[in-house]
């Protein structure tokens, strides 16, 4: 079983910056591929970017390209997403995911464990 907690949300304005984090319980963290996901009011969850196991891999969405980047410290246990250059529309809740499917998690591909999410909000 493995516990991800979110963190770093917050309100900023637009083209401002936020850091989320995502701490992950248990030793077993190093063994999954690691997402972001997000979802806005009204709107379906929508997939960000995924790192491999070790850190060697990214993928990210098209509506995120260049803007954020994801990264994992296997030592820490941790997972972020930077964002930078936030738009009124990144405004929704942010949810960090694990699995074991790193190719298959930006195709729908399963999620193992979710975070509880965390709320960014850009303000205009």
């Known amino acids: 079983q493995v516990q991800l907690v979110e963190s770093g949300g917050g309100l900023v304005q637009a083209g401002g910056s936020l850091r989320l984090s995502c701490a992950a319980s248990g030793r077993t963290f190093s063994s999954y591929a690691m997402g972001w996901f997000r979802q806005a009011p009204g709107k379906e969850r929508e997939f960000l970017a995924t790192?491999?196991?070790?850190?060697?891999?990214?993928y990210y969405a098209d509506s995120v390209k260049g803007r954020f980047t994801i990264s994992r410290d296997n030592a820490k246990f941790t997972v972020y997403l930077q964002m930078n250059s936030l738009k009124p529309e990144d405004t929704a809740v942010y949810y960090c995911?694990?699995?074991?499917?790193?190719?298959?998690?930006?195709?729908?591909?399963?999620?193992?464990?979710w975070g509880q999410g965390s709320q960014v909000t850009v303000s205009s």
């Open positions: 995911a694990a699995t074991v499917d790193f190719y298959a998690l930006g195709r729908g591909g399963p999620v193992a464990y």
């Open positions: 790192i491999s196991e070790n850190g060697g891999l990214k």
